[in-house]
């Protein structure tokens, strides 16, 4: 694996950071204290506000694609604002700045004299902490009982030592800030030598991609590992799988016989099966969140030996966000991969004119749309096809009156949604729950606003909000019939596919669920959000229940109140 690593540093464009050299003395490089917490630092706050440079070549390439749907150009430029936006450095790409991950090689003649977990964690922290960025880690009190460490704390970290390189003692970074959503999307699968057979393969991809949903913010970039020494050793490739560092795996050559296939290493890529999962992704109509083609932006299929009584075979993803990012220290000094700091510049320098990202990304209110009336100027859309502009949606109308305007769009329409929605998610709905097995009763609140599942950044210094991005939908769908029932939770905001259960209960009690776009968080905390304020358990910190109001909000038609369902039909 170090070859293919060493692979991935050689093929990327770093930079200098201007901080103090390490010392180089009897060929081995000393490290001084601090210089890790250092660059750490500066690596999570640059992946939180600035995109690698292919991940926004591919996000622009499927912009431009001519076959991709109305409602992904809409979600595509909305990322592509996003970036942005984030990029001025004081909103995150995403809400969710996830889990903070570190990988190291170490070489043998790299000194550093103390713990460096302790020092890269030390950094992650003051990253987290100096840029607003969300505190999403819980520890438990106890098996069921929970609290927010409030510094995003612990990291992942996995230092692993090395012979020393060839022009000198290195030592390299992954540094990665992976989202619960796409966390959650990791699939494993205990399977047999059975599955080795291109047909049985083909079905058992169809089946697993289509599972995917679109809950962790497409378009993916996907990876599939299949065998491993143990279910942990593939696991662990799929993670790295997932962040690029393995691209530079050697792929297989039609007709290799064994002693070519050993020289080429154990670690390898299949091309083949890359392009048949992108077709399957292309099929599942999904799209990049709405309908469409683009599910999947890239595919990385990893090969593993196996054991003859095993073949584990994962699936995972990194979503629109993409945080992923390489660095370095040697004798010459401390080295982070280059970003992208400006979007806007960086596409027109390449050619991609076809992008106007000054105006705005989320479609704009269109003047003469309410809910009172149903009106979509123009006419509508539906399933990836768009038909003049969006309605805008009065919330602050009583319920029932938005409850019947709603009632007259289809799956797949858009609106712009103007007015008071409840920021609510996990820990508030288990509270709520907790009240009604109390027998004791709902807030207010509940009953008279839409609620947006979301857990919003900190607010920079002069914002309104910090970023805030819809959370997946699926983790409120056991409470469905418990407060549908009641008359709350009627109208829903989030991202992702729903339950069977949701549905049902939507056309049950007449309630509908809208998808907000996800995976671009900044944007909508700099144009949308007019005002916030806690009102509900602002003990739960990030989970604490706000009252937003919003402007032109950008949301499509998921789930009616007719029990139709966009993923279905799609």
């Not at 809400?95 to 991950?101: E, I």
Request: aromatic residues 8%; neutral net charge; charged residues 20%.
């Amino acid at each position: 694996m170090r070859a293919i690593i060493l692979s991935a540093f050689t093929h990327t464009r770093f930079s200098a950071l201007n901080i103090e050299i390490p010392r180089l003395e009897n060929k081995r490089l000393f490290l001084p204290p601090g210089l890790l917490k250092t660059l750490s630092r500066e690596a999570f706050r640059r992946i939180a506000f600035y995109m690698r440079e292919n991940h926004l070549g591919l996000l622009a390439a499927a912009l431009n694609d001519s076959e991709s749907s109305e409602n992904e150009k809409l979600v595509l430029k909305t990322m592509l604002k996003n970036a942005e936006v984030a990029a001025r450095g004081e909103l995150a790409l995403c809400q969710d700045t996830g889990t903070a991950s570190i990988y190291g090689w170490k070489d043998n003649s790299v000194v550093t004299g103390y713990d460096d977990e302790e020092e890269l964690s030390a950094g992650a922290v003051l990253a987290y902490n100096e840029n607003n960025l969300r505190a999403s880690m819980v520890a438990a009190s106890s098996f069921f009982d929970e609290y927010n460490t409030g510094d995003n704390l612990p990291v992942q970290c996995h230092i692993a030592a090395c012979p020393d390189s060839a022009g000198g003692p290195v030592y390299r970074f992954l540094f990665v800030a992976k989202g619960g959503g796409s966390s959650n999307k990791t699939a494993y699968f205990s399977m047999t030598k059975a599955l080795l057979e291109e047909k049985a393969f083909g079905v058992f991809l169809e089946e697993k991609i289509r599972l995917l949903g679109t809950a962790a913010c497409p378009p993916y970039r996907l990876a599939l590992v299949a065998g491993g020494q143990s279910p942990e050793y593939n696991l662990e490739v799929l993670k790295l799988a997932t962040s690029e560092i393995l691209d530079y795996a050697p792929a297989f050559v039609p007709g290799e016989n064994r002693d070519e296939s050993r020289s080429r290493g154990w670690i390898r890529r299949d091309r083949y099966w890359e392009d048949r999962i992108m077709e399957i992704g292309r099929r599942t109509g999904l799209g990049a969140q709405f309908g469409g083609k683009h599910l999947l932006l890239d595919v990385r299929v990893i090969r593993l030996p196996r054991h003859a009584a095993s073949f584990p075979v994962s699936i995972g993803v990194s979503c629109s966000a993409h945080r992923n990012m390489l660095g370095y220290v040697d004798a010459a000094g401390v080295y982070l991969e280059n970003l992208v700091e400006q979007p806007p510049v960086w596409l027109k320098e390449r050619g991609i004119s076809a992008l106007s990202l000054q105006s705005g990304a989320s479609g704009g209110a269109t003047p003469g749309g309410t809910a009172s009336d149903g009106a979509i100027p123009g006419g509508g859309t539906s399933c990836g096809r768009t038909y003049g502009g969006p309605a805008v949606i009065d919330l602050n109308r009583p319920m029932r009156e938005i409850l019947a305007g709603l009632g007259r769009f289809k799956t797949g329409d858009r609106m712009l949604l103007s007015g008071k929605l409840i920021v609510a998610r996990d820990a508030a709905h288990l509270n709520w729950h907790t009240l009604l097995s109390g027998g004791k009763e709902l807030p207010s609140y509940i009953f008279e606003h839409p609620i947006y599942y979301a857990g919003p950044s900190a607010a920079p210094p002069g914002k309104i909000s910090g970023s805030i991005g819809p959370t997946t939908a699926q983790r409120m769908d056991p409470y469905a019939g418990e407060l549908m029932s009641l008359g709350a939770s009627l109208i829903t905001l989030s991202k992702g596919n729903r339950s069977p259960a949701w549905t049902a209960a939507c056309k049950k009690y007449g309630g509908f669920y809208l998808g907000a776009i996800g995976g671009a968080a900044a944007l909508p905390a700099e144009e949308n959000i007019l005002s916030q304020k806690i009102i509900d358990y602002p003990e739960l910190g990030m989970e604490a229940v706000r009252l937003i109001e919003v402007r032109d909000f950008p949301v499509f038609m998921v789930v009616d109140n007719r029990g139709n369902d966009l993923y279905e039909q799609l």
